[in-house]
């Protein structure tokens, strides 16, 4: 019995793999039908589940995705790309201008404002933050939608005792968003530091991105320095891996 479950799972193996060197080939391009589970049993003469197997490697993989009714299919990648220095310069939001206009690159993107609220302050963010625990904060929660696909997911956590009244407590902060409204409160963002992980997603993170099944998010957490060191924002980011290509271009 050992010896027949190792079999199929070699099977399987090799099924997957010669579908990832076709992918890879250009035999099947992005957007493309694959081979659905009847064909690859007819082609390699193996049972279904051993043909749903590798068609679930692939998917763990983030190579391709299940449409319901439809087949599997090749993941499309267009990737957004994401230019951590160049998007936060004082050139664009001291314009007017949004930080992610630059990476929309034409394509269709839509903000959406999940919330605006005054919460306590979680006690990791209070900390960056130099709030006292429990001190009040502004959280705005944002989505961020390009080409009808959810692709990230903002918190921007904002000492209330700096904020309150202004309009970045409002569902819109105006042009160059909520820095140049910093700017005019006098606590202009002159630093920013990014730190950048990776996981798999929650299932509300899963469900809010609608990531496809092995689909792991990029955690990213900016915090925003004024003159002097103060902390002005710190932005919680959560972003669709399969979806951004990180680029950090900077002199030596």
Known sequence: MGSQGAGRELKYQRIATELKAAIEAGEYAPGERLPGENDLMATYDVA???????????????????????????????????????????????????????????????????????????????????????????????????????????????????????????ADTGPGGIYARLEELGVKPVHFREEVRSRMPSAAEAGDLGLASGTPVVLVCRTAFAEGGRVVEVNDMVLDASAYVLEYDFDA
């Open 48 to 170: 279904r589940m051993t043909a749903r197997q590798a068609l679930g490697v692939l998917q763990s993989e983030g190579l391709v995705e299940a449409r319901k009714g439809a087949g599997v299919f090749v993941r499309e990648f267009r990737p957004i790309r994401r230019r951590g220095v160049q998007r936060l310069s004082h050139l664009t939001w001291g314009e007017g201008r949004s930080i992610w206009e630059g990476e929309a690159e034409g394509r269709d993107l839509v903000v959406e404002l999940l919330s605006v609220a005054e919460e306590e302050a979680p006690e990791g963010i209070a900390g960056v933050l130099g709030v006292a625990p429990g001190a009040r904060v502004y959280v705005r929660r944002r989505r961020f939608v390009l080409d009808g696909k959810p692709v990230l997911l903002a918190s921007s956590y904002l000492d209330a005792e700096l904020v309150a009244g202004t309009a970045i407590v409002q």
